[in-house]
């Protein structure tokens, strides 16, 4: 299986002169943050060896590589959902290729409906940690055989955002006056492709779920068994429905408007959070 890995690698290495030292994946509506990547060499997910496709509205499917702020990154403008029918393997394929490219960062962002009662749609909220509903019940990409050239059998997950990175993104958010509208807190995934019942929603309120959404967790793990430093955003999109009372329901074209809406400033953090991450070491670069 390394192998697999290796061989899409290898493919890419030999496609482009980029060696990059962070990756970004880019959740629905969030795209565009590869578009301001420099000196770009974009590919289709279809014509790169071994790369799953995606199939969701929103999620353009390419990988690019290019240069933001003098730091070189690869964007997946576009991720693989366990609910288009994925193996867990294959929806974190590209995490591990990432490692193999030489990436010590990972950034993953995506869309999230919000429980927390303080949370409004259009917010962002810096991930703090997860909770991974599949992987409670055995859907783990490291399932099977460990490979022990990425990381160990069982490791650890209790500190799989980075902290410094959390609070330089903060620091950021304040200089950029957009810390208004940002959050801290702990994002669920669930298996999709339906939004929430009420008694689902509840339920995961109860347990102290503060935004729910479809995907990220899986990445972040495989990015931790194998030592990546892990920085992640949700954009919440949508309150997610707790009353019976309540007549509003959310749709996916919804959940991309607010992407939209919220496009530049998710861009101008993790442009500035990248600009200020040092990264040839696991030092981080404190604010100003
Ligand atoms: O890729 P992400 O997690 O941003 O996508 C979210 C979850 C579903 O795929 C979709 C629902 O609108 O957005
Ligand atoms: N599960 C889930 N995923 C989302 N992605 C964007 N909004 C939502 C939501 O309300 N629930």
Not at 39 to 61: L, R
Not at 108 to 123: E, I, K, M, R
Not at 230 to 241: A, D, P, R
Request: include cysteine; charged fraction near 20%; hydrophobic fraction near 40%.
């Amino acid at each position: 299986i390394h192998d697999d890995y290796q061989k899409t690698a290898d493919w890419l290495t030999s496609h482009t002169k980029h060696r990059p030292k962070v990756a970004i994946i880019c959740g629905s509506g969030l795209g565009m943050l590869a578009d301001s990547l420099k000196c770009q060499d974009a590919f289709a997910y279809s014509d790169i060896p071994g790369f799953p496709q995606s199939t969701v509205q929103g999620h353009a499917g390419r990988l690019v590589f290019g240069e933001l702020k003098g730091k070189t990154c690869v964007c997946m403008q576009g991720r693989f959902h366990m609910y288009e029918g994925h193996s867990l393997c294959k929806t974190t394929f590209p995490v591990r290729v990432f490692k193999l490219l030489g990436v010590e960062t990972l950034i993953v962002t995506n869309a999230a409906g919000s429980l927390a009662d303080g949370f409004h749609p259009g917010d962002i909220m810096i991930i703090k940690d997860h909770v991974n509903f599949p992987g409670l019940v055995g859907l783990n990409p490291l399932s099977g055989p460990n490979d022990d050239k990425f990381g160990p059998r069982f490791p650890a997950m209790s500190d799989c955002y980075d902290k410094g990175l959390r609070c330089l993104a903060m620091d950021i958010a304040k200089q950029q006056g957009v810390a208004g509208f940002m959050q801290e807190g702990v994002y669920a995934m669930v298996g999709g492709p339906n939004f929430e019942t009420i008694a689902e929603a509840r339920l995961l309120h109860r347990l102290g779920v503060d935004a729910v959404g479809m995907s990220t967790a899986p990445e972040v793990v495989v990015a931790a068994h194998c030592g990546l430093r892990v920085f992640g955003l949700s954009l919440i999109t949508n309150k997610v429905v707790k009353s019976y009372e309540d007549s509003e329901s959310v749709n996916h074209e919804g959940v991309l408007e607010v992407g939209r809406l919220r496009s530049q400033a998710v861009q101008q953090l993790v442009t500035e959070l990248i600009s200020r991450m040092e990264i040839n070491n696991n030092i981080v670069k404190n604010a100003d």
